[in-house]
């Protein structure tokens, strides 16, 4: 529906009535080679849920062969409505001879992995799952917005910096990594497998000088994170020192990659405020409280989503375990120091 007014004016004084039924979204041919894509057709801020949508078709995760998932989703295709397979049968595909089915290459082509944090197990497959709005999202390295579910297998849509109107709305397709994969040719390697598109996006379109510092970046990224694992190897309270200040730097680092790490800076914050947690504990004097670090992670993550701060609240138990176990052992060590100066000096 669109409305018209005959002046500005009228316009501002009926906006508070509008704006609830007033799209904030719209599906437009981008350009030649990403052809359709998601738009913002008013200003969207930060933290602002973009999109909400149940699967029009899910699949379980459970280990079954492909032949067994390929039936389940022809299945769950026939059993749509007429005009569901018709905006089912729109979406665009990768054709895969190997699949020789537009059903299944539209399939394999726009499902993304449902994942509902604290309800997989290491031998759980995910669920997975098509959204026929959240199909129309492009991506970029450098996304404007994250993806989120709910428990209910909701795909939610949240901008995670300021988007514009008329401004595309973009995800990236790309796993959350601390490392791996995050230069330009791996990207445009696993993009090009994947979904078969040469990636032209603000990040993969630099050069010169730019794309020399945005790589410089990364393999220093690449390095702190391979010298922080050789820590993990000895317990956290032997070494927090070192992991605390590669931590920093690491989180440093995204910072300034900037929007290519939007997504795993908040466990990074998290991290720090872990490893300093310890430290204190120990009476290490610190720079910075942990508590901190550990609010900085909490607003970063609730600003992406309810996933994030899912994930958050997980590992802060995670962390809440580890912390009474040293405090218990840091406790018991000082008493025996006593003991033995209370029995020396007798």
Not at 165 to 182: C, F, K, S
Not at 199 to 211: A, D, H, P, T
Not at 212 to 231: D, G, H, P
């Amino acid at each position: 529906m669109r409305v018209f007014y005959c002046s500005d004016q009228c316009q501002k004084a009926d906006w508070t009535k509008h704006k609830a039924k007033c799209p904030l979204i719209s599906i437009q041919t981008i350009d030649d080679v990403k052809g359709r894509g998601m738009v913002a057709s008013r200003a969207i801020n930060p933290g602002q849920e973009v999109l909400s949508e149940k699967p029009l078709i899910h699949i379980n995760g459970s280990v079954s062969s492909r032949k067994y998932h390929q039936e389940e989703i022809l299945s769950k295709y026939h059993h749509l409505s007429a005009s569901s397979r018709a905006k089912y049968n729109s979406l665009g595909y990768v054709n895969r001879e190997v699949v020789g089915n537009k059903i299944l290459n539209i399939w394999y082509s726009n499902c993304v992995g449902i994942r509902v944090l604290g309800q997989l197990t290491e031998d759980d497959e995910e669920e997975k799952g098509l959204y026929l709005g959240f199909s129309m999202i492009n991506h970029s390295c450098a996304p404007n917005a994250v993806i989120n579910f709910d428990d209910g297998r909701k795909v939610k849509v949240i901008a995670i910096t300021k988007i514009r109107r008329g401004e595309e709305v973009v995800i990236n397709y790309l796993d959350p990594t601390r490392g791996e994969n995050l230069l330009k040719f791996e990207r445009q390697k696993i993009l090009r497998n994947m979904w078969r598109f040469k990636c032209q996006c603000v990040v993969c379109s630099l050069n010169g000088q730019e794309l020399e510092r945005n790589e410089s970046m990364k393999k220093n990224l690449v390095c702190l994170v391979e010298k922080q694992n050789q820590f993990q190897r000895v317990p956290v309270q032997e070494n927090a020192m070192n992991r605390l200040s590669l931590e920093v730097e690491i989180m440093d680092l995204m910072r300034k990659i900037g929007l290519e790490m939007a997504r795993e800076i908040p466990d990074s914050l998290h991290y720090c405020y872990f490893y300093a947690k310890i430290l204190q504990i120990q009476g290490v004097s610190l720079a910075q409280s942990p508590d901190q670090f550990r609010k900085v992670a909490y607003e970063d993550a609730k600003l992406l989503g309810e996933s994030f701060l899912k994930k958050f609240y997980l590992r802060d138990n995670q962390f809440d375990a580890i912390i009474t176990s040293v405090i218990s052992t840091v406790i018991s060590s000082r008493r025996c120091r006593r003991g033995y100066i209370i029995v020396k000096s007798g």
